[in-house]
C-alpha cells in the first residue's frame, strides 16, 4: 500500500508559476514511477509527467519545456514545478505512483490549478 498527498494547487494568471508536491508513505518500495495527471471537465485523465525509479522521466508533449518534475528521495517527495502556464493547463492535477510487481495504480486526491487569462 502507498499512499499519496498532494499539495501545491492554486489560481494563478497566464505565464506565471505552480510547484506541485507529492508526498508519498508507506511501501514506497514498489513505486516503479511516480506520475502528474490531469483532468479537466469533459476531457480524460492524461499523462502529464511520470519520473521512474531508475531516474527515466517522460513529459507529455504539453509539457515539454514549460514542465520539470523531480523527487527529493529523502522525502520521498515528488514535484511538479509548472512554469508558463496556460489557461489550458487548468485541471485537477492528481499524483500517482504505479507499483510493482502487478501494475496497480495508487491515486492522490489531487488538488486543483486554475489558470487564468
Known amino acids: 500500500q502507498v499512499q499519496l498527498v498532494e499539495s501545491g494547487g492554486g489560481l494563478v494568471q497566464a505565464g506565471g508559476s505552480l510547484r506541485l508536491s507529492c508526498a508519498a508513505s508507506?511501501?514506497?518500495?514498489?513505486?516503479?514511477?511516480t506520475g502528474w495527471f490531469r483532468q479537466a471537465p469533459g476531457n480524460e485523465r492524461e499523462l502529464v509527467a511520470r519520473l521512474f525509479s531508475g531516474g527515466r522521466i517522460d513529459y507529455a508533449d504539453s509539457a515539454k519545456g514549460r514542465f520539470t518534475i523531480s523527487r527529493d528521495n529523502a522525502k520521498n517527495t515528488v514535484f511538479l514545478q509548472m512554469d508558463s502556464l496556460k489557461p489550458e493547463d487548468t485541471a485537477v492535477y492528481f499524483c500517482?505512483?504505479?507499483?510493482?510487481?502487478?501494475?496497480?495504480?495508487?491515486w492522490g486526491q489531487g488538488t486543483q490549478v486554475t489558470v487564468s487569462s
Open positions: 508507506g511501501s514506497t518500495f514498489t513505486i516503479n514511477y
Open positions: 500517482a505512483a504505479e507499483l510493482t510487481p502487478w501494475g496497480r495504480m495508487s
